[in-house]
């Protein structure tokens, strides 16, 4: 069974940084993509960043909304992915979720698409004074 | 990017049968993937690539559709089915989601 555990959410005040943590177990780590969603209160989802896996030279990429602000990397070793937050508005107030990517292979290695198929419970971040 | 259009509610009596339409502003292939989020709950993955049941879930949910007109279906509704749906590509990046469309029942 797949787990995942995000931590490091909590209340930031503007300007400050975070880092959050997602510890996942149950599955390849190592195969797998990883991203990171947001959902502000009451609205809709929201990507935020996404890594890939060794084979894509653990390629990073980040929504233009908080790019220069936002860092993302994995310890494939830890199983594990981390999403580093600057510069904290509060519009950044959110629960952000740590999302497994399956991903689909041609036979010669490359991909040709990926799903995120198992999401953690959350990590709640509020920024306010 | 691509923007990913849903109707903000649907009303269903139970037992029915529902569709929920997402529209993508440009071709995303099959590349589609729907999402249930009960109340105070992560998403849930329930189909993937437009049309993949993902393991687990009840064969009451079904998606259709390629190019930028995609469907999920549910029959019959069940109470437990009570949720935002959300469609979301994967075509190209920025990863994009809908704005949601809350299932009610009538």
């Known amino acids: 069974e797949v787990q995942i555990l995000e931590t490091g959410g909590g209340l930031v005040k503007p300007g400050g940084s975070l880092r959050l943590s997602c510890a996942t177990s149950g599955f390849n780590f190592n195969d797998y993509f990883m991203n990171w969603v947001r959902q502000a209160p009451g609205k809709g989802l929201e990507w935020v960043a996404q890594i890939r896996n060794k084979n894509y030279n653990y390629a990073t990429y980040y929504a233009e909304s908080l790019e220069g602000r936002v860092t993302i990397s994995r310890d494939d070793s830890k199983s594990s992915v981390y999403l580093q937050v600057s510069s904290l508005r509060a519009e950044d107030t959110a629960i952000y979720y740590c999302?497994?990517?399956?991903?689909?292979?041609?036979?010669?290695?490359?991909?040709?698409?990926?799903?995120?198929?198992?999401w953690g419970q959350g990590a709640s971040v509020t920024v306010s004074s | 990017d691509t923007v990913l259009t849903q109707s903000p509610a649907l009303a269903v009596s139970l037992g029915q049968r529902v569709t929920i339409s997402c529209r993508a502003s440009?071709?995303?292939?099959?590349?589609m993937h729907w999402y249930q989020q009960k109340s105070g709950q992560q998403p849930k993955l329930l189909i993937y690539s437009a049309s993949n049941l993902e393991s687990g879930v009840p064969s009451r949910f079904s998606g259709s559709g390629s190019g930028t007109d995609f469907t999920l279906t549910i029959d019959p509704v069940e109470a437990d089915d009570i949720a935002n749906y959300y469609c979301q590509q994967s075509n190209e990046l920025p990863l994009t989601f809908g704005s949601g469309t809350k299932l009610e029942i009538k």
């Open positions: 440009k071709s995303v292939s099959t590349y």
């Open positions: 999302t497994t990517t399956r991903v689909y292979y041609y036979y010669d290695g490359t991909y040709y698409y990926y799903v995120m198929d198992a």
